[in-house]
C-alpha cells in the first residue's frame, strides 16, 4: 500500500507563508491524486484541495482558501506541495494529505500522519 508522510508546517504569523509537502512512498503505481485536507479542534475535517495526474494536471480548491492556497508536484521525488500564502488565523489546523489512489474522495482510504499549522494573529 501507499504510504503518506507530511512535513513542513509550524508557528507562523498571519499574512505569512507556509509550504507543506507530501511524500509518497511504497506502492505508487496507480497514485494519479492526492488531496488535502486540514481540521481545526473542535471542527469537522474538511477539504481543502487536490490535485490530479492522470492525464491532464487539474486543481480543486475549497473556496476558503482559493487565490491563497496552490498546490504542485515534483514527479521526481513523488511529492505534493501545498504552498499557503497570506495565512489567517483560521487557517491553524492539523493539516493531512490523503488518497485514493486514482482519484481523492470525501473520505480517503490513506492518510498521512499530518502536520500542525498554527497561524498567530
Known amino acids: 500500500q501507499v504510504q503518506l508522510v507530511e512535513s513542513g508546517g509550524g508557528l507562523v504569523q498571519a499574512g505569512g507563508s507556509l509550504k507543506l509537502s507530501c511524500a509518497a512512498s511504497g506502492r505508487t503505481f496507480g497514485l494519479y491524486s492526492i488531496g488535502w485536507f486540514r481540521q481545526a479542534p473542535g471542527k469537522?475535517?474538511?477539504?481543502?484541495?487536490?490535485?490530479?495526474?492522470?492525464?491532464?494536471?487539474?486543481?480543486?480548491?475549497?473556496?476558503?482558501?482559493?487565490?491563497?492556497?496552490?498546490?504542485?508536484?515534483?514527479?521526481?521525488?513523488?511529492?505534493?506541495?501545498?504552498?499557503?500564502?497570506?495565512?489567517?488565523?483560521?487557517?491553524?489546523?492539523?493539516?493531512?494529505?490523503?488518497?485514493?489512489?486514482?482519484?481523492?474522495?470525501n473520505t480517503p482510504i490513506y492518510w498521512g500522519q499530518g502536520t500542525q499549522v498554527t497561524v498567530s494573529s
Do not use: H
Open 44 to 105: 469537522e475535517r474538511e477539504f481543502v484541495g487536490s490535485i490530479n495526474w492522470d492525464g491532464d494536471i487539474t486543481y480543486f480548491y475549497a473556496d476558503s482558501v482559493k487565490g491563497r492556497f496552490t498546490i504542485s508536484k515534483d514527479v521526481a521525488k513523488n511529492t505534493v506541495y501545498l504552498q499557503m500564502n497570506s495565512l489567517k488565523p483560521e487557517d491553524t489546523a492539523v493539516y493531512y494529505c490523503a488518497t485514493d489512489m486514482a482519484v481523492v474522495t
